[in-house]
């Protein structure tokens, strides 16, 4: 009794300011919150430099009328944004991102789960097949989409395979009905494998045993996917959706390499308007509006999409 009395007493004295009344200032807490602190520094002070410094210098240009061949920088207010939604082009820009976006999406995220779950079975060769379809995500963009420029043309590789078979094939970034799809479809395999891999891992983490309880029940594999598979690679869906739907926003090397928004005006995205009208065309101040419909088109679907979790993510629940 007299130790635990001691102990205590010993526990409750350690506090206790350092004689001549000072309490010591270097403490563990304070050791403790500066080592988080400078973990956090890099990155930190990566996203003020980088992302949020940078937003606010756009829309600071977006107010004003830069002209980099007279040196003039004034100030126009709502100027520019009054421009924006009076521009007769803007409609047609925005539709065909629209239209770029769903595809992809669509196309890539049912694709991407399509190959996951046959990557999944115990088969031999699916290790060399999951090596196949992530390869061209580590390819270098510009160099892909040059290789299917070429592949692409009146004359090129996919329609002299289907001249062997009797097709006459189109023009593909000719057209103005196989442009977009062309486009879209060079993008889905360039990026199809990343979220291949994503949902092969989800799978792996389903518990083999719900499949079995329900082959006990007598669930087909189409009941088990939707009742299964689905809610619990659910986070998994809402992961690469949101991945998949920023970056569809965000093409542009596709765009100036294939087609340069043509034919006419058919898959200039909002990205490539952008940059006509800023680099092409010189009007700084407007491209930096349009940069600021972008964040805001971005923003505002991550949102929903996040808002949504609760509906159709399982875990949110």
């Known amino acids: 009794m007299a130790l635990l009395t001691d102990d205590r007493t010993a526990g409750r004295t350690s506090h206790r300011p350092a004689p001549g009344g000072t309490r010591r200032w270097w403490t563990t807490r304070r050791r403790d919150h500066l080592a988080g602190y400078l973990f956090i520094a890099p990155q930190l002070v990566g996203s003020v430099l980088f992302v949020l410094i940078p937003l606010g210098l756009v829309?600071?240009?977006?107010?004003?009328?830069?002209?980099?061949?007279?040196?003039?920088?004034?100030?126009?207010?709502?100027?520019?944004?009054?421009?924006?939604?009076?521009?007769?082009?803007?409609?047609?820009?925005?539709?065909?991102?629209?239209?770029?976006?769903?595809?992809?999406?669509?196309?890539?995220?049912?694709?991407?789960?399509?190959?996951?779950?046959?990557?999944?079975?115990?088969?031999?060769?699916?290790?060399?097949?999951?090596?196949?379809?992530?390869?061209?995500?580590?390819?270098?963009?510009?160099?892909?989409?040059?290789?299917?420029?070429?592949?692409?043309?009146?004359?090129?590789?996919?329609?002299?395979?289907?001249?062997?078979?009797?097709?006459?094939?189109?023009?593909?970034?000719?057209?103005?009905?196989?442009?977009?799809?062309?486009?879209?479809?060079?993008?889905?395999?360039?990026?199809?494998?990343?979220?291949?891999?994503?949902?092969?891992?989800?799978?792996?983490?389903?518990?083999?045993?719900?499949?079995?309880?329900?082959?006990?029940?007598?669930?087909?594999?189409?009941?088990q996917f939707r009742r299964i598979t689905v809610p619990l690679i659910s986070p998994t869906i809402l992961l690469t959706s949101i991945i998949t739907v920023v970056g569809s926003l965000q093409v542009f090397a596709q765009i100036a390499v294939l087609t340069q928004g043509g034919p006419g005006s058919s898959t200039t995205v909002l990205v490539y308007y952008l940059y006509q009208q800023a680099f092409q065309f010189h009007h700084f101040g407007y491209g930096a509006t349009i940069s600021v419909l972008l964040f805001l088109l971005v923003l505002a679907l991550t949102v929903v999409q996040w808002q949504m979790r609760k509906r159709w993510v399982f875990h949110e629940q």
């Open 59 to 223: 829309v600071w240009y977006s107010l004003h009328e830069w002209n980099v061949l007279a040196d003039t920088f004034d100030f126009v207010g709502a100027e520019n944004y009054r421009a924006m939604a009076d521009d007769p082009n803007l409609p047609g820009v925005l539709r065909a991102t629209a239209l770029f976006s769903v595809g992809l999406v669509a196309l890539n995220l049912s694709l991407a789960l399509f190959l996951a779950v046959l990557l999944n079975q115990r088969l031999r060769g699916t290790a060399f097949f999951r090596v196949l379809f992530f390869s061209p995500v580590v390819v270098s963009l510009v160099a892909w989409t040059i290789v299917w420029g070429f592949l692409l043309q009146d004359n090129g590789g996919i329609n002299g395979l289907l001249d062997t078979v009797g097709v006459d094939g189109p023009n593909w970034l000719r057209g103005d009905a196989t442009a977009m799809l062309s486009v879209i479809v060079v993008q889905v395999v360039k990026n199809v494998g990343l979220n291949m891999v994503l949902f092969l891992a989800a799978l792996q983490g389903v518990p083999g045993e719900l499949y079995e309880a329900a082959r006990v029940e007598g669930a087909g594999r189409w009941t």
